[in-house]
């Protein structure tokens, strides 16, 4: 059975075993007052109750105007319930009876359950567990909404916050490349080919809002090439990607912005530059670790970057990064800054495998 049809029939299973529970309280009720034996006022009240409620849903399901809404509306809405309580008495009360002859054949007819009981039961039972039904439904219908519609501003404010970052970095290369067309016209042409390589390699993730991790690497790569030309020999970089690693899918330009961070902040203020080193990692079964690690002046330099051990970051790419992570994937991913080693500083952002509904 196609796998939409099972979602579409797990309400029915739903509404069958309340209705089951709903005509064994019906069954001992009756037996409490006197109304006859156990199993026979148990199974009319199956045979009763169950026929009343799959003539219910199925004309439900039958009639209704759209999968999102639950219940057909006027008058076909309106006569549900009496057809299926009429089906239920109609078949039903043959069944019951039925049962009676074959294992009850001693029982008199005088001692037999009333129509008129059962009718009054059924007829109250089917509308308070219908009207139940049709509440819950039309519940879940709004939540559904509430949730698309959450899901629709998270889309919208991703996007928003990509479109900030894309001419972020955009401003920073043209400007470098302005510098060096002036002092080094070669160099400069090598830096425009890796910015046109870089920009049509960021537009298939930019309109698909994901890409995978393997597609950020080389984008990383294109990036630092970038800064390579600028820098020399003052940066040096490596990238780590474990094969199994590189189809997990991680927005867009996720890492840029950190990479940018240690180039600014922590390579460029020293004379000798450094060394960026980017890595991928499974931390545990159900998460992604990705770390920038720079060994530049560190976080206790007056770079514009916190203290070491805050651990918090400031910056437009930092925050940017945050509320990316906060849109997609909300409290199950993080990022933070700390201080390893003598100068250098690890930026760590940690991921759920599967991003959070």
């Given at each position: 059975m196609p796998v939409m049809s099972m979602f579409a029939l797990a309400p029915l299973f739903r509404h069958a075993g309340i209705t089951v529970a709903a005509c064994l309280l019906i069954a001992a009720a009756l037996t409490a007052l006197g109304q006859g034996l156990w199993d026979v006022n148990l199974a009319y009240s199956l045979a009763i109750g169950l026929i009343s409620w799959l003539s219910i849903d199925l004309l439900r399901l039958r009639w209704r105007e759209s999968d999102d809404i639950p219940w057909p509306r006027g008058m076909r809405g309106m006569a549900l319930?009496?057809?299926?309580?009429?089906?239920?008495?109609?078949?039903?009360?043959?069944?019951?009876?039925?049962?009676?002859q074959q294992f009850h054949p001693e029982l008199p007819a005088a001692a037999r359950p009333s129509l008129w009981l059962p009718f009054a039961i059924t007829l109250a039972t089917s509308i308070a567990m219908s009207w139940g039904f049709y509440v819950v439904g039309k519940s879940r219908h709004l939540q559904?909404?509430?949730?698309?519609?959450?899901?629709?501003?998270?889309?919208?404010?991703?996007?928003?916050?990509?479109?900030?970052?894309?001419?972020?970095?955009?401003?920073?290369?043209?400007?470098?490349l302005r510098v060096l067309i002036a002092t080094d016209a070669p160099r400069a042409e090598q830096m425009l080919d890796h910015l046109i390589a870089y920009l049509r390699a960021t537009l298939a993730g930019s309109r698909s809002g994901t890409h995978s991790l393997a597609s950020e690497f080389a984008l990383l790569a294109d990036y630092l090439a970038l800064m390579q030309i600028r820098?020399?020999?003052?940066?040096?970089?490596?990238?780590?990607?474990p094969a199994d690693l590189a189809e997990l899918p991680v927005p867009p330009l996720l890492l840029q912005p950190l990479v940018e961070n240690s180039i600014r902040h922590g390579l460029e203020p020293q004379l000798a530059g450094g060394h960026i080193a980017v890595q991928a990692v499974m931390q545990d079964a159900s998460q992604l670790l990705l770390s920038v690690q720079d060994n530049g002046q560190g976080l206790s330099a007056p770079s514009g970057l916190p203290p070491s051990g805050s651990g918090s970051g400031s910056g437009f790419g930092l925050a940017q990064i945050r509320e990316r992570l906060a849109s997609r994937y909300g409290s199950a991913a993080s990022l933070e800054?700390?201080?390893?080693?003598?100068?250098a500083t690890r930026a760590c952002i940690v991921l759920p495998l599967k991003p959070q509904p």
């Open positions: 319930v009496p057809l299926g309580i009429a089906a239920g008495m109609v078949l039903g009360n043959p069944l019951g009876l039925l049962y009676v559904m909404l509430a949730e698309q519609a959450q899901r629709q501003a998270a889309q919208a404010r991703l996007s928003l916050l990509q479109a900030q970052l894309e001419p972020h970095m955009l401003f920073n290369t043209l400007a470098n820098m020399g020999d003052r940066l040096t970089y490596s990238l780590t990607l800054l700390r201080a390893d080693s003598a100068g």
